[in-house]
């Protein structure tokens, strides 16, 4: 089983100041990793996923995440934030089942909030 | 191109009250989630298909819920009788078959007296 843990339920920011949404995962196979933001009142948007390759991994509106293998972190970072950047931020892990699909396990979230 | 699509966007109904909730999935995927957020518990996967065939639904929390796919581009989710405690957000996503990446739709927002 796979499990994710957002170590900051709030993160107050200043407009352009940098910001980092840490995430660490627990899992016991390979598995590959997600972030997916939720503005007020809507649905998760793919922010950025890794699934191999480079540990960098860049995605939308200019924030990119670390894998780190042994760490079993993906923290999210974005080196100037803007006030439309306050929403919800999920990490999420996905392994392959037994039924040969891919399920995610999401953490708690992490709510940005982008003070001007 | 249209994303997964969810109806209705809101829905307040009476405890005791049927309810159901709709799912158009992204032409071409084969997999299809149901997932239900709340303060309390976040989000938690509820039932997935694929092919149209449910494959997990442990997540389901009662036998009031039920779901179905009757063919690849609709699915619903119904509860009944609905309680307070089934309020909350639920949202469906898609994927194809063999691909890690799930997209999801809007959500429904339910809630129950």
């Known amino acids: 089983a796979q499990s994710v843990t957002q170590l900051d339920s709030q993160v107050p920011v200043f407009e352009e100041a940098p910001v980092e949404l840490r995430c660490n995962y627990s899992?016991?196979?390979?598995?590959?990793l997600f972030w997916y933001v939720q503005y007020p009142n809507q649905g998760l948007q793919l922010l950025l996923k890794?699934?191999?390759?480079?540990?960098l991994v860049k995605g939308i509106n200019g924030f990119e995440a670390e894998f780190n293998k042994s760490q079993t972190s993906f923290h999210l970072r974005k080196p100037s934030v803007h006030i439309s950047d306050t929403a919800e931020y999920f990490c999420?892990?996905?392994?392959?089942?037994?039924?040969?699909?891919?399920?995610?396990?999401f953490g708690k979230g992490t709510k940005l909030s982008v003070i001007p | 191109d249209a994303g997964v699509i969810q109806s209705p966007r809101h829905e307040v109904t009476e405890m005791g009250q049927e309810v159901t909730l709709r799912c158009k999935p992204i032409?071409?995927?084969?997999?299809l989630f149901w997932y239900r957020q709340t303060m309390m518990r976040g989000l938690e996967l509820l039932i997935y298909?694929?092919?149209?065939?449910?494959?997990?639904d442990s997540g389901m929390p009662e036998d009031r819920f039920s779901a179905k796919m009757p063919n690849a581009s609709f699915s619903t989710l119904k509860i009944q009788p609905s309680e307070p405690r089934d309020s909350a957000v639920y949202f469906c996503?898609?994927?194809?078959?063999?691909?890690?990446?799930?997209?999801f739709g809007p959500g429904t927002r339910l809630t129950v007296l």
């Open positions: 996503a898609s994927s194809p078959l063999v691909s890690a990446t799930q997209y």
């Open positions: 899992s016991s196979v390979s598995v590959y």
């Open positions: 890794y699934l191999s390759g480079s540990t």
């Open positions: 999420a892990v996905s392994a392959l089942s037994g039924a040969g699909s891919y399920q995610l396990t």
């Open positions: 032409s071409g995927h084969n997999s």
């Open positions: 298909f694929n092919n149209n065939v449910p494959i997990d």
